[in-house]
């Protein structure tokens, strides 16, 4: 694990709204791809969203297209995840991660201590 400190998961109804933050401590996002990537179990390891290290769009999983927004706030070396119309199959455990790309995030090198998101009936 590197020091990225996850924070904003919780329990939620389905079609409700929750945002997740990242805060890096003792290096900055400068360079490295940076997003999220979630678990669940019996599921396989899904990115959702990443910046890339370098100039382009960000990334989103279709299965989230529309209902997620990722920002940074590079005055504080922190990146968010606006959460909108949540759904039962979001429930899983997302993790702050950083690579030199976004193909290799869900590898999980570096990533966060993750945080619980859980979407209720």
């Known amino acids: 694990e590197v020091p990225l400190v996850e924070s904003g998961g919780g329990l939620v109804q389905a079609g409700g709204s929750l945002k997740l933050s990242c805060a890096a401590s003792g290096f900055t996002f400068d360079g490295y791809a940076v997003g999220w990537f979630r678990q669940a179990p019996g599921k396989e390891r899904e990115v959702v969203s990443c910046?890339?290290?370098?100039?382009?769009?960000?990334y989103y999983a279709e299965s989230v297209k529309g209902r997620f927004t990722m920002s940074s706030d590079d005055a504080k070396n922190t990146v968010h995840l606006q959460m909108n119309s949540l759904k039962n199959e979001d429930t899983a455990v997302y993790y702050c991660?950083?690579?030199?790309?976004?193909?290799?995030?869900?590898?999980?090198?570096?990533r966060g201590q993750g945080t619980q998101v859980t979407v209720s009936s």
């Open positions: 991660a950083v690579d030199y790309m976004c193909a290799a995030l869900a590898l999980g090198a570096y």
């Open positions: 910046i890339p290290s370098s100039e382009g769009t960000t």
